[in-house]
């Protein structure tokens, strides 16, 4: 079969590769309909994410049609030629981390635990596509995908939705929506949002119906902030204004009640000397992530406030400001989307028409095409927001 595979720093490739094959009893195969690109692949191509290796298939976001299943998942569950989203972390359903719906800390799906272990403290759980740190496990921008646990993860879809109503449910709507309920919104909130990438603006579209009063939108991009415009919010450009004078300007000198992370271990902050220190630091790999609008998302939060981090971090990160966060009483909450908890009463909402997923998708491009669509999504350019794929 044909997949997108990484190559080497900066370097994706459509390459051919063997068909996956059922090797666990909980296992399906899924011939893909549609798959994406996410923000969480770059950091992989960037080379900031580590233990990559050539060759391997890339994507977590996908959805697509069962052709075989495992022996031990039952007819009840799935069968051939049902219809589905796949979360990205892949979860057993049944250890203590699944029963307390910490899907993405899944105790049992990460074969490489002891690596993670070394790096976080304690292992995450696999993910599809995402390096060896979470499993080494072959990703779906590619034609087929083997799925572990196929009977705890993958939904059926059985309403009348194109793929691009409900492929995002594997990721970034989950994401997102996760992003903003960690905030505890209360009616009438301010929530800025740093980010107006696809994660940003699905935080965004979720504190409003999350009962938030004014969301603002953070970014340079000015088509990514027209996007967040066009869909009801406020917008700073932080290439042109002072964000934290413009947060207390717009909350009358208190600072947002929420602020959502949804940048991560990438943020740019132009030429500014803290700039420079996290570049030579990242350089020289005595600080792993840029961590600029965690900070600013930390030092803007008004006192008693929540800063929710979606955005993701990789390793260390310098100059945290813990006498702002301790001192001022915020909150701080994170986390790898928990998926699977998520994927049913969002695609209820879908079906609502609160949340539209469509209203990203800048681009459709066959799968031949990933690597120009890796060039434009990282680039920006051509007003890429979020690209499906289609093998
Ligand atoms: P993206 O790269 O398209 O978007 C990031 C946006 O942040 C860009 O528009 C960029 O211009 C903007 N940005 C850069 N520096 C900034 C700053 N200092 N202040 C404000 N904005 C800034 O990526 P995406 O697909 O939207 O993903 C966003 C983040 O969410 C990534 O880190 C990704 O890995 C992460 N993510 C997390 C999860 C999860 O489960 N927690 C899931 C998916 C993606
Ligand atoms: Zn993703
Ligand atoms: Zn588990």
């Known amino acids: 079969m044909k997949a997108n595979c990484w190559t080497g720093r900066n370097s994706v490739e459509v390459l051919d590769v063997p068909d996956p094959r059922i090797l666990n009893a909980r296992d399906a195969i899924v011939k893909i309909t549609s798959t994406a690109i996410c923000g969480s692949d770059l950091h992989l191509v960037d ?21 075989e299943v495992g022996s031990a998942v039952g007819a009840d569950k799935l069968l051939v030629g049902d ?32 690596m993670a272990e070394k790096l976080f403290g304690h292992p995450t759980a696999g993910i599809f596509g995402y390096s060896h740190l979470t499993g080494g496990y072959a990703g779906g921008q590619a034609e087929y995908a083997r799925v572990p646990f196929a009977d705890v993860g993958p939904l059926k879809i059985e309403a009348d939705l194109t793929d691009e109503q409900v492929l ?115 350089a020289v790999r005595s600080e792993t992530d840029r961590p600029h609008a965690l900070r600013q998302a930390i030092l803007s939060c008004r006192s008693g406030g929540v800063v929710s981090v979606i955005g993701v971090y990789g390793g260390m990160i310098d100059k945290f400001p813990a006498g702002a966060w301790m001192n001022r009483s915020i909150t701080l909450r994170t986390g790898q989307a928990h998926v699977h908890k998520y994927m049913r009463p969002l695609l209820e909402r879908i079906e609502r028409g609160e949340i539209d997923p469509t209203r990203i998708i800048t681009h459709r491009l066959p799968l031949a095409e990933a690597p120009h669509g890796f060039d434009i999504f990282k680039n920006k350019q051509d007003n890429c927001e979020k690209i499906v794929l289609t093998p």
């Open 47 to 67: 080379g900031y994410v580590p233990s990559m290796q050539k060759g391997d298939i890339l994507g977590h976001e996908f959805m697509g049609e069962v052709v």
């Open 168 to 282: 995002f449910l594997s990721d970034i709507v989950p994401t997102g929506y996760m992003g903003a309920e960690l905030c505890d919104i209360e009616d009438g909130d301010v929530v800025a949002v740093w980010g107006a990438g696809p994660v940003g603006q699905f935080a965004m579209d979720s504190a409003r119906v999350l009962g938030a009063g004014t969301v603002i939108a953070i970014d340079k991009e000015p088509y990514r902030l027209q996007m967040a415009a066009d869909a009801g919010y406020e917008t700073v450009n932080f290439d042109e204004i002072d964000v934290r004078s413009k947060l207390l300007e717009l909350t009358g000198g208190r600072g947002p009640d929420k602020c959502i992370d949804a940048v991560g271990l990438e943020a740019t902050h132009g030429a500014t000397h803290v700039h420079a220190y996290d570049r030579v630091k990242q």
């Open 83 to 114: 219809r589905v989203v796949v979360p990205f972390p892949i979860a057993c359903g049944a250890c203590n981390a699944c029963k307390a719906e910490l899907f993405s800390c899944c105790e049992n799906s990460n074969p490489n635990a002891g």
